[in-house]
């Protein structure tokens, strides 16, 4: 049994949901509303049963209890086990000592980076000198931050000087060189050191978990630059993978669904004191990719309010651009979320409207834009009283990528006729500029395979580490897995050796949906995590969609280098080829006539056909959930009370037909493709 299996064994997942959400017994499981989005009617659904939970509401999200620490708390796979392990007494240990010693490595610099933090506000809260004293008159009196304000979001000051920090970091038992990698310190070619923050407003910048990572630092002599000082990239502080205040902006998020984003810390801070506290910031002049999926998690709504001058102008363009690829990376535009624009008039900065007219800024986050006409608007503002038509088509030609970016057949419609109306140009024309573009991007090379990556070395064997599931070399042959768990595994393994079949899976699902919107959003939508039972195999799939979206490293790579310490194990060995895997179960003492009788074996049954094969697999396992759901709607019905919500009632009704519905079409697809398995075209 594996460390995860033994957590769930000894964790009943009603007991630990109850301690977050209030469980009403209903027949033989419990209900509540969502702790994940607002809701009148309970659609949180948890079965003492199988030991897992569903939301039929907004969320149309499930899982086991790890699943559920893991969204409830932001918490990583490794982090969840570790918590809840803690909790019934099983202790979670990295894998091997190198790892333990990077682990150790890195909670040390958090321990150094928390004592520059405390350092720099305690500064700030009670100054030693007339120069702290300055900074906190600066905080008070110039930003208007209130003393309740300065404290919860640590704010502090860094005094004037080459080395304070360096030395009080040193008293403490950190070496120069620990410091020099939180980025506190700057050490010079001839081999000097000193403090990289001096005379400035410290802002200490958090991860999800509110644990400082970085600073941002204000200057506070006018002459000095930047006015802004970052941070450098540590091993804690990433600023493409943050947002600021996201650790005290999430719940808010959650509650309201909807995420505001600003451009500069105080913008940020200053809406929380006003009692904004769905507000965060972008660390950087844009968007990022991981930054906008950080927020999907949470809202339904994002709304953009960078500043309204023209570096802000362009902020926001390139954000919707970061966006725009996201959404096309959706493989199958459901991303759920609804960006827009919220303008601020007067080229004021949100900090200073917020601190003038904090009811204005309620007004206009209502009034936001949608993407579509906010870029319109923009392109039509910068073009002459009479422009020609080489020049509507060469913002037509800017834009369509942008408002062409959802699978959603009404948004483009919609959007296409916008576009049409304000540019006087037929939609037939456009339609054709659009997919002219999608041919010539669908031309452009692909993104290096990951047969050319280097073979894996199989991976050390300790005693001390997760006990992995099937697949994972214990030194011990495997136990049977069960059906669904040999189905994940397989999918995975396919997948991981042919990363872009990850297109035609969704093609087929999208081809089985046909124009029915409801189908296509709900029963037959994007093959993903979700459809994954094992807790293990749903994060390497997360993981892998993550991989699969971003362009900067091989996919391969890019797991690697983002996953835990414990799923690392997991996908070397899904990684591994068929032969190696065997290898690797026997401990990698096989025997020759073993290897011999593989050989024959791969003779006389020839692989099968790697995408036939995994689209297979992939509605075999969208049934096992559509089986999974149609379990949890029957005890659902069974509810008294639900039948004195007629809405409800239909709704339940109305996910039970449609989930029949894809059901028919996946037997009948996989009926029709059987006999073609073997023989792929």
Not at 237 to 243: A, G, P
Not at 348 to 362: G, H, M
């Amino acid at each position: 049994m594996s460390v995860a299996d033994e957590i769930k064994a000894r964790l009943d997942i009603v007991g630990y949901i109850q301690q977050y959400v209030p469980l009403k017994k209903s027949g033989r499981t419990f209900k509540a509303c969502c702790p994940f989005h607002n809701e009148k009617t309970p659609s949180f659904q948890v079965n003492p049963e199988t030991q897992s939970w569903r939301c039929f509401g907004a969320c149309a999200e499930g899982g086991d209890v790890i699943a559920f620490a893991m969204k409830k708390h932001g918490w990583t796979f490794t982090e969840a086990l570790q918590e809840l392990g803690r909790q019934v007494g099983i202790e979670v240990r990295p894998q091997t000592s190198e790892q333990r010693a990077e682990a150790d490595r890195l909670e040390r610099l958090r321990g150094l980076m928390a004592a520059a933090a405390e350092a720099y506000h305690r500064a700030l809260i009670e100054p030693p000198n007339e120069q702290a004293a300055a900074a906190r008159r600066y905080a008070v009196e110039k930003r208007r931050l209130s003393l309740d304000t300065i404290r919860r979001f640590g704010i502090g000051c860094a005094l004037a000087g080459w080395t304070h920090m360096l030395d009080y970091l040193r008293e403490l038992g950190y070496s120069d060189d620990q410091i020099i990698q939180a980025g506190l310190a700057v050490r010079t070619d001839d081999g000097r050191i000193y403090d990289r923050f001096r005379h400035r407003l410290m802002i200490p910048i958090r991860d999800e978990r509110g644990r400082p990572v970085g600073f941002g630092a204000r200057a506070l002599d006018p002459n000095d630059e930047p006015k802004y000082l970052n941070s450098p990239r540590t091993p804690l502080f990433d600023k493409s993978r943050l947002l600021f205040a996201y650790d005290l902006a999430k719940t808010a998020i959650r509650e309201s669904e909807t995420a505001v984003i600003v451009e500069g810390y105080l913008d940020a801070i200053t809406a929380h004191q006003a009692g904004f506290h769905n507000v965060v910031a972008q660390m950087g002049t844009a968007l990022t990719e991981t930054q906008l999926r950080t927020l999907a998690r949470l809202a339904r709504t994002i709304l953009m309010a960078l500043d309204s001058d023209p570096a802000g102008q362009n902020a926001t363009r390139r954000s919707l651009e970061a966006a725009r690829q996201t959404l096309q990376a959706d493989y199958g535009g459901r991303l759920s979320v609804d960006i827009r624009v919220l303008q601020i008039p007067g080229a004021k900065d949100p900090d200073d409207l917020i601190r003038e007219a904090p009811d204005q800024w309620a007004a206009l986050a209502a009034a936001a834009l949608p993407v579509a006409d906010y870029v319109i608007e923009q392109e039509m503002a910068a073009l002459p009283p009479t422009p020609s038509l080489p020049q509507r088509e060469a913002v037509a030609r800017r834009l369509l990528p942008i408002l062409m970016a959802s699978e959603n057949d009404l948004y483009r419609q919609d959007n296409l006729q916008k576009l049409a109306l304000r540019l006087r140009i037929p939609e037939a024309d456009l339609l054709a500029w659009s997919a002219e573009q999608r041919r010539i991007a669908r031309a452009r090379p692909p993104r290096r395979s990951a047969s050319d990556a280097a073979p894996p070395e199989p991976p050390p064997l300790d005693a001390d580490r997760l006990a992995p599931p099937a697949g994972v070399p214990t030194g011990q042959p495997p136990a049977l897995l069960s059906r669904e768990a040999a189905l994940e595994e397989r999918s995975l393994h396919i997948l991981l050796s042919h990363p872009d079949l990850f297109y035609q899976v969704n093609r087929k699902f999208r081809e089985l949906a046909g124009d029915d919107r409801a189908l296509l959003e709900g029963p037959l939508s994007a093959w993903g995590a979700d459809d994954f039972g094992q807790t293990v195999y749903r994060a390497l799939m997360r993981a892998f969609e993550d991989a699969f979206r971003q362009d900067e490293l091989d996919i391969h790579a890019f797991l690697r280098a983002h996953l835990d310490d414990e799923l690392r194990g997991y996908l070397e060995a899904l990684l591994a080829e068929d032969l190696e895997a065997i290898r690797m179960r026997l401990g990698y003492a096989m025997p020759a006539e073993l290897e011999a009788c593989w050989s024959r074996s791969q003779r006389l049954n020839p692989p099968l056909d790697p995408a036939a094969e995994l689209i297979e697999t992939a509605l075999r396992l969208r049934l096992r959930r559509l089986q999974r759901e149609r379990h949890e709607l029957y005890f659902l019905q069974q509810d008294p009370q639900l039948h004195h919500d007629p809405e409800a009632m239909q709704m339940v009704s109305q996910r039970v037909n449609l989930s029949s519905q894809a059901k028919r079409r996946i037997d009948q697809e996989l009926s029709r493709a059987a006999s073609l398995l073997r023989h792929p075209s």
